[in-house]
Each structure stands twice: as structure tokens, then as C-alpha cells.
């Protein structure tokens, strides 16, 4: 069912924009404005991947429980559901933060998976990620926010198995 105008308008000038809006709960963001498209070469872990021409990929605004040195709950399970988003071979778009590079040097960006979900919100909706806001990379900070409160209160993912 389209959203009546005068809702739509409220939306985009509040800054709730259409990331969240998409149909059966796709968060997605209008008009691939600014994306790069790319082949997912692996997922290192929930919250990082390794695209074919763009290298390491860590996702903005997230945080996933940890695989590597000392497995953190719901670590494996957050790795295995960004595998089952982003499945290797996969063309996958990526729009890249205020900020482009971490201490680490990778690319800093929200990726969206094929069909134009972000996946990024989508891990923190499901409860397999936190929100970790870190300015300038704020344009989704207060989505982050909402949909980690969510996802706690309705016990989803790692809310319902990790203390």
C-alpha cells in the first residue's frame, strides 16, 4: 500500500527517509544515489566482508559479536546470517561514509545486499548486531538506534540468548 504524500513528506523532513520503509519489511534507501556495486568475495565476519574490487568492507553503524580472538555469543550466528545476506559471487552496492577508512584500513560504507536491502539496519532489526554510532558516519545513526531498542525489547537475536 504507497504511503499517502503528506506522510512520505513528513517522513523525509524528520530524516526518517525511506530506509525503512520498503515493502514486507525491506529496509532499503531510494535511488541507489551514490552506490558502487560490487561482487561479495567473502564475509569475514557480521560486520565486515571482502568485495571483489573494493577489498575489506566494514559496515558503518554496526557491531557484531566477535569470531576472532575469543568467540563472542552470537558471534558465529551473526557471521552465518551476513553469509546468508551477502552469499559469496553475489553482486552486492555499497555506499561509502563521510569518513571512507578505519584505523585499519577499510573501507567504511552501508552495503545493501541484492534486492536493496541495507544490510547494515537489517543485522541490527534481527538482533544479530548493536548500533555503534562513531561521527561522522551518522546518516542512520537514529534508525540504528530505534531498531536496536526494537529488536531488545522483542528479544530478537542476540537479545534473547546473550546477557
Not at 552496492?93 to 541484492?114: H, K, Q, S, T, W
Not at 545513526?141 to 546477557?163: H, I, N
Amino acid at each position: 500500500m504507497p504511503l499517502p504524500p503528506s506522510l512520505l513528506a513528513a517522513l523525509v523532513l524528520t530524516g526518517c527517509g525511506a530506509a525503512e520503509l520498503g515493502q514486507g519489511g525491506v529496509i532499503a534507501e531510494p535511488a541507489h544515489a551514490g552506490r558502487e556495486a560490487d561482487l561479495v568475495e567473502r564475509v569475514v565476519d557480521g560486520d565486515t566482508i571482502e568485495l571483489r574490487r573494493a577489498g575489506k568492507v566494514r559496515f558503518i553503524g554496526v557491531d557484531t559479536p566477535e569470531v576472532y580472538g575469543g568467540v563472542e555469543c552470537y558471534g558465529r550466528k551473526a557471521s552465518a546470517y551476513t553469509k546468508k545476506l551477502l552469499p559469496e559471487g553475489e553482486r552486492a552496492e555499497y555506499r561509502a561514509g563521510v569518513d571512507p577508512r578505519d584505523r585499519y584500513d577499510r573501507l567504511l560504507a552501508y552495503v545493501y545486499a541484492p534486492g536493496g536491502r541495507m544490510v547494515n539496519a537489517t543485522l541490527v532489526r534481527e538482533g544479530y548486531a548493536q548500533p555503534l554510532t562513531i561521527p561522522p558516519n551518522v546518516d542512520f545513526a537514529d534508525l540504528f538506534v530505534r531498531l536496536g531498542r526494537e529488536a531488545r525489547e522483542a528479544g530478537r537475536g542476540l537479545w534473547s540468548q546473550c546477557g
